[in-house]
């Protein structure tokens, strides 16, 4: 049962548009969400996160969207540059009363922007 | 900044073998974790521990064991190696779960190929 799902395993975006990257979530009790960037053959590193009580948070070209009716977060990378490319991973956290230190990871979504 | 090293980069081992990898991570963090990453199937929690000699069971801990005897250091080991085992097999380090929300720190990974 996949608490974290990426639709979309693959997306191409032009040099200078916007990309958006999507991720669904069925847990409620989530409360901070996280996105990954991952290069072959290197680690995932950390991108932008989010807490559940906002609703968008910003970090330059990098915005995430949180929408908690609709269990759905999205990251916008604008403009998308072609060093962009690599494999997005969403995550969740349960919160702390869960007594759990794990983090949900989704499937992946990778990122193509063409020159 | 946090660095979080693995002992191999790519390794090869034969079916039945057993086989070791090593994580460092320098920051002092209680909290560590084993992933594998496969494609289509994003990141899976094998193994995680929260303090020295302790352990707990991640999604897919069948075949695995796991021993963190010193706070920086968490080792994985495959008792018998089979071939759907290969993998990139990636860990992470974080500040204890119940501090402020702190992102996983990941290490480059170890490509595992079992023959």
């Known amino acids: 049962d996949q608490q974290v799902k990426q639709n979309s395993p693959s997306l191409s975006v032009q040099e200078g548009r916007i990309s958006i990257l999507n991720c669904d979530y069925t847990?409620?009790?989530?409360?901070?969400f996280l996105w990954y960037k991952k290069y072959p053959a290197e680690g995932p590193t950390f991108l932008i996160s989010i807490s559940s009580i906002k609703d968008k948070n910003e970090d330059g070209r990098f915005t995430v969207f949180l929408n908690k009716s609709a269990k759905h977060l999205s990251l916008h990378i604008v403009p998308s540059q072609p060093g962009d490319s690599a494999v997005y991973f969403c995550a969740a956290k349960p919160p702390p009363t869960s007594g759990t230190y794990k983090y949900i990871f989704g499937t992946g979504t990778r990122l193509k922007v063409l020159a | 900044d946090v660095k979080v090293t693995q002992s191999s980069r790519y390794l090869v081992k034969r079916t039945g073998e057993k086989v070791f990898l090593e994580c460092v991570q320098d920051m002092d963090h209680e909290n560590m974790f084993w992933y594998r990453q496969d494609p289509g199937l994003g990141l899976r929690l094998i193994y995680f521990?929260?303090?020295?000699?302790?352990?707990e069971k991640g999604d897919i801990p069948e075949g695995y064991s796991v021993s963190r005897e010193k706070k920086e250091r968490f080792s994985l080991i495959l008792e018998s190696a089979s071939t759907n085992q290969t993998s990139m097999y990636l860990c992470a380090s974080s500040l204890p779960g119940d501090s402020s929300y702190n992102e996983q720190f990941f290490g480059p990974g170890t490509r595992l190929t079992v023959l």
């Open positions: 847990n409620s009790m989530f409360d901070y």
């Open positions: 521990s929260y303090d020295v000699k302790m352990k």
